[in-house]
């Protein structure tokens, strides 16, 4: 056989042998009495939500006195590419990390699945926490799992739709099939305006290529359409207002940002928010606080965001306390 | 040392992608791109199976059939339906990405607190990570004797046959189509199994996890390939065990040497890169000849 070969196979071989040994022993580190707590970040992928809410995370945990030389923060970013994501937990693993976090779902289960329900993990965006399987119930997560969910404030998010289009009777919900929140954020959207008394028409699309045809079908059928806080559909926010703008149909989306692209209307969370509560949280647990009977906290407290271009452009006369409400407390873009 | 531990035992349960790609890739000489889609197909077949209540065991070989049935669907596009192999490949990728929804039922779904395989009582006594590291050296083990007794067999020399030279191959009287299809059936078979296995290592399935699988795939072959040069059959296969660890490895000495996370698929390209033109460049400045001179004694 292959010398290489055979010589690479025994180096493997030998190697685990030794880590089996030494690893076999219990580990006799001490915590040192000026102990710096390492706390691992985990993010799915780059996207300005996602890194607002990093962003959150590291005030929120300054809030709590952890900066600078108080704490060592490993933050690593898999860029969409989940076989990353086990490699990066384990890399926190081994850096002994107190406590890790994480940024989107994969991330989190991945953390969670390493921790294997030993060190805590605080959780950053993750819409359906319990529904995931990464808590018991959001009231008492019951592991060594709690944080932030991101959960859209959506019956502020009807009565938007009421206040901007009162006359509207078919509401079209559109959102990708491989986004969990996004799914989960339609579903219920569906409910709540079917109990409001609207036809509710649901629309998929499985990536932002589809965005074009599947707008042009949902525009010449719907009076008025609900974006959800879902990524495909934000990335393709522009080809959908497109769309909706020559059918004159008004577009009410669940995020800031989605209004910026031309939708009419929103309450939004802010993700910044949602990053800072988690922050606070993970500060609080390094100081001793118990995860299992730490609530998951769900951010819903939103503000107006207006965008009376678009408005004018459809012809819709948005009632003034919204507007002003944008003004004073949200955001308006003209 | 124990994150060494961690990338040994990732790249053998990775291996796993990696030997069933050679089937494809390198006996039969063509590019399969279902891989993307039977990855994920294994995935959630497996998870769904387990999250309601199916023995793991028996999930993960659930996972390996609905897998063979990509490969026959991507067989019969291409002998059959004369789509070229590429495109029957991409095509029953895209496909599987709404059954796999259709599975699932949504996006994602999670194994923590449920059974695995990686739950057997005894990986439970072992120190960290050498659960992986055991059971993805059983796994693969038995996975690379099986091809290799099987590439030893009349069939399995057909198979060889058919990718070598079809012509020559039909003239004598192989089948070819068939060849093909099974050889297409085995190999996403195999991928949805490791699908399955490294679902179960994550903790979860997730729709979007195939994406760039062919990628590690191919690494694993091009890098064994590249480490250890002129092989048989046999050792070949072991040389794609070896090369996807030694993936794993650089992944880790990456991360380790502090590149940004937001650089590691251009990192990886590079070194697949690198790793293919090695050959040519040796042979182009004669470093073989050279090699060989100063390491054999004079006769």
Do not use: C
């Amino acid at each position: 056989m292959n010398k290489r070969l055979l010589s690479a196979i025994a180096i493997i071989i030998a190697f685990l042998a030794v880590a089996f040994i030494v690893t076999s022993k219990p580990n006799t580190q001490e915590k040192k009495s000026t102990y710096v707590p390492t706390v691992g970040i985990l993010q799915l992928v780059t996207h300005p939500a996602l890194d607002q809410i990093h962003h959150g995370i590291i005030e929120g945990l300054q809030s709590q006195g952890y900066s600078g030389k108080k704490i060592k923060i490993d933050y690593q970013n898999a860029q969409a590419d989940q076989s990353n994501l086990k490699t990066m937990s384990q890399k926190f693993a081994n850096e002994n990390a107190d406590l890790t976090i994480g940024i989107a779902t994969p991330a989190a289960l991945s953390l969670a699945k390493t921790a294997d329900g030993n060190n805590p993990v605080i959780l950053a965006g993750i819409t359906d926490p319990a529904g995931s399987g990464l808590v018991k119930t959001t009231q008492h997560p019951g592991n060594n799992v709690t944080g932030v969910s991101g959960d859209s404030p959506l019956q502020q998010h009807l009565d938007v739709v009421q206040q901007v289009v009162p006359k509207a009777k078919t509401l079209g919900i559109i959102y990708t099939t491989s986004d969990h929140g996004g799914e989960y954020n339609a579903k219920n959207m569906e409910k709540l305006a079917k109990k409001s008394g609207y036809t509710v028409k649901m629309y998929t699309i499985s990536t932002t290529n589809d965005m074009q045809q599947v707008a042009e079908t949902m525009a010449s059928q719907v009076d008025v359409v609900y974006a959800p806080q879902d990524n495909g559909v934000a990335s393709a926010m522009k080809t959908l207002i497109n769309v909706t703008n020559q059918e004159k149909v008004p577009v009410i989306p669940a995020v800031e940002t989605m209004v910026k692209d031309g939708g009419v209307a929103t309450i939004s969370v802010s993700q910044y928010d949602m990053g800072y509560q988690a922050g606070v949280m993970a500060g609080q647990v390094l100081k001793g606080k118990s995860t299992a009977n730490y609530p998951v906290k769900t951010i819903t407290k939103g503000e107006m965001t207006v965008n009376l271009k678009q408005a004018k452009l459809l012809g819709i006369n948005l009632p003034a306390s919204m507007v002003k409400e944008a003004e004073t407390k949200g955001e308006v873009f003209k | 040392m124990s994150m060494i531990v961690s990338s040994i035992g990732q790249g053998l349960l990775w291996a796993v992608l990696g030997v069933a790609l050679f089937l494809t890739f390198r006996i039969l000489n063509f590019p399969d791109m279902t891989v993307e889609g039977s990855f994920p197909l294994g995935a959630s077949t497996a998870v769904t199976m387990i999250a309601h209540g199916i023995d793991p065991f028996i999930a993960t070989i659930a996972a390996f059939l609905v897998g063979t049935v990509a490969g026959l669907i991507t067989g019969l596009l291409y002998t059959k339906g004369k789509i070229p192999v590429l495109l029957s490949g991409i095509l029953v990728m895209t496909a599987t990405l709404s059954i796999n929804l259709r599975i699932m039922g949504s996006a994602n779904i999670s194994l923590l607190n449920q059974k695995s395989i990686f739950s057997i009582k005894i990986l439970q006594h072992l120190p960290k990570y050498f659960d992986s590291v055991f059971l993805g050296l059983f796994i693969i083990a038995i996975i690379t004797a099986g091809l290799i007794f099987f590439l030893q067999t009349e069939l399995g020399q057909a198979f060889i046959a058919t990718g070598d030279n079809p012509n020559m191959a039909q003239s004598i009287g192989i089948q070819t189509d068939r060849m093909t299809i099974m050889g297409l059936m085995l190999s996403n078979g195999l991928i949805a199994f490791g699908g399955a296995v490294i679902a179960q290592s994550n903790g979860y399935a997730d729709i979007n996890m195939g994406i760039g699988i062919i990628v590690i795939a191919l690494a694993s072959i091009i890098i064994g390939e590249v480490v250890f040069g002129e092989l048989t059959l046999n050792e070949r296969l072991v040389a794609v065990i070896i090369g996807s660890i030694l993936y794993r490895l650089v992944l880790l000495a990456v991360l380790r040497l502090g590149f940004s996370t937001n650089d590691i698929n251009l990192i990886s390209a590079i070194v697949l890169a690198v790793a293919m033109i090695l050959p040519q460049l040796r042979h182009a400045l004669n470093l073989d000849k050279i090699i060989k001179k100063g390491i054999t004694p004079h006769d």
